[in-house]
């Protein structure tokens, strides 16, 4: 069965400073990777996916991921951070037809 | 086009009662999914419907849970009766048949049990 980590539950970054949340999956056979954002009282929208392709993926509000296949790792960047980013960020995984299974996800605070 | 649509947004409730959850998915969307987020935590699947039927309710606790999607379109989950341990949020989301497409959320319902 497929799973995730996310390291680190939270981060904590200056405005105008790199973001970077971190993303290792387990999987038997090559998986689709996603990042979700969550604001407050608000229900989980889609930032960025991977199915297959190109690895460096772009997603919505300037972030980006890559996937590497030889770390295990899809981990999501930004190279410049604001305010409006502060929410939780949850990185998911499915292989198949089967549910995306979610990580427990990071939370990115936004230092004025 | 209209979102994944869930109600109510929130509800409070004496432990031992019953309590619904309603879900009107993407139209066209044939799966559906139920999620519930403990606090500080990711989503958990706790069922999944293709049309009408549910193709993978193993972590749906079906002695005090149930849901159902007649005519493949909206779903409700109920639970009853509910425990101190239900509250939660419960979000539904729905996805059309291809794989990798990835799911639309709504809102959830931020269920408290008192």
């Known amino acids: 069965a497929q799973s995730v980590t996310q390291l680190g539950s939270h981060v904590s970054v200056s405005e105008g400073a790199l973001v970077l949340l971190r993303c290792n999956y387990s999987?038997?056979?090559?998986?689709?990777l996603f990042w979700y954002v969550q604001y407050p009282n608000q229900g989980l929208q889609l930032l960025l996916k991977y199915t297959t392709g190109a690895t460096l993926v772009k997603g919505i509000n300037g972030f980006e991921a890559e996937f590497k296949k030889s770390e295990t790792s899809f981990h999501l960047t930004k190279p410049s951070a604001h305010m409006s980013d502060a929410a939780e960020y949850f990185c998911a995984v499915g292989i198949g037809n089967t549910p995306l299974v979610f990580g427990k996800g990071t939370r990115l605070s936004v230092i004025a | 086009e209209a979102g994944v649509v869930q109600s109510p947004r929130y509800k409070i409730i004496e432990k031992k009662q019953p309590v619904a959850f309603w879900c009107n998915p993407i139209?066209?969307?044939?799966?559906l999914y139920w999620y519930r987020q403990n606090l500080g935590q990711g989503p958990e699947l706790l069922i999944r419907?293709?049309?009408?039927?549910?193709?993978?309710d193993s972590q749906l606790p079906k002695d005090r849970f149930s849901a159902e999607r007649l005519k493949g379109v909206d779903s409700t989950l109920k639970i009853q009766p509910a425990e101190l341990g239900d509250s939660a949020v419960y979000l539904c989301?729905?996805?059309?048949?291809?794989?990798?497409?990835?799911?639309?959320f709504g809102s959830g319902t931020r269920l408290t049990v008192v």
């Open positions: 989301a729905s996805s059309p048949t291809v794989i990798g497409y990835g799911y639309t």
């Open positions: 139209s066209g969307h044939n799966t």
């Open positions: 419907y293709e049309n009408e039927e549910a193709v993978d």
């Open positions: 999987s038997s056979v090559p998986p689709y």
